[in-house]
């Protein structure tokens, strides 16, 4: 069963604002990450954030993760339309070896 | 940053046939190997874990018997979907990691088409 719930399922907004989206999980972690998937292709790596930190950034890419409340949010700034994608969190316990966890997924519209 | 192969991207078959997907690591080695399932705006769901040289780890609900994985090599594992059905049809993607570290590397996914 997936461990994260991500909201909002589906996000539209327009080119040059900002999107953001969060993710919930359920059990103690060691790293969470997100990925993107463009429509009918494999998922890729944005950013990995480990469990004793707070707060990452990589390019328009902003990550929070806070362990009290079992709870990330991903900010895209300034979006443009090739961010068109699904965004996926996932989970990563050393006592699940490599395997990951993934969260429901949010669905991101940029509109030109 | 490393590239996972996956192969075909698409695929149609009749009812009864087998089909097999291949996931290559292509520029590093890779013990371990997974196979995820994907309906259509939904999540991955994990199907199984491939280990090189043993046996593949699956989850609860997958049917080990329909969906035969071989992780022969390092840098090669396969998934059969045995005797195939309209309802296996989805869309199939592969991830691997290197050693030591999580971040995960998806092939391009397979959409499998049963008829």
């Known amino acids: 069963s997936q461990q994260g719930e991500e909201d909002p399922q589906a996000l539209s907004i327009q080119e040059g604002e900002n999107a953001t989206m969060n993710c919930s999980y359920k059990t103690s972690i060691n790293n969470l990450q997100w990925y993107r998937q463009n429509s009918g292709r494999g998922l890729v790596h944005l950013i990995l954030i480990r469990s004793n930190e707070r707060e990452k950034h990589s390019g328009r890419l902003r990550v929070t993760l806070d362990t009290s409340k079992k709870s990330s949010s991903l900010l895209i700034t300034a979006s443009r339309a090739a961010d068109t994608a699904s965004y996926f969190c996932a989970t990563g316990r050393k006592a699940a070896g490599n395997k990951l966890t993934f969260g429901g997924g949010t669905r991101v519209l940029v509109k030109p | 940053g490393a590239v996972v192969s996956q192969h075909p991207s698409r695929v149609i078959c009749k009812s009864g046939t087998s089909v097999k997907i291949e996931c290559r690591s292509l520029?590093?080695?890779?013990?371990?190997m997974f196979w995820y399932r994907q309906f259509p705006k939904q999540s991955l769901m994990l199907m199984a874990t491939?280990?090189?040289?043993?046996?593949?780890?699956?989850e609860q609900g997958v049917e080990k018997d329909k969906f035969l994985i071989n992780h022969a090599s390092l840098t090669l594992s396969t998934l059969t979907v045995t005797s195939a059905h309209p309802e296996d049809s989805s869309f199939y993607i592969c991830?691997?990691?290197?050693?030591?570290?999580?971040?995960?590397?998806f092939g391009q996914g397979t959409r499998l088409t049963v008829v």
């Open positions: 491939s280990n090189e040289g043993s046996k593949a780890t699956y």
């Open positions: 991830s691997a990691s290197m050693t030591g570290l999580w971040e995960a590397f």
């Open positions: 520029d590093f080695q890779a013990t371990t």
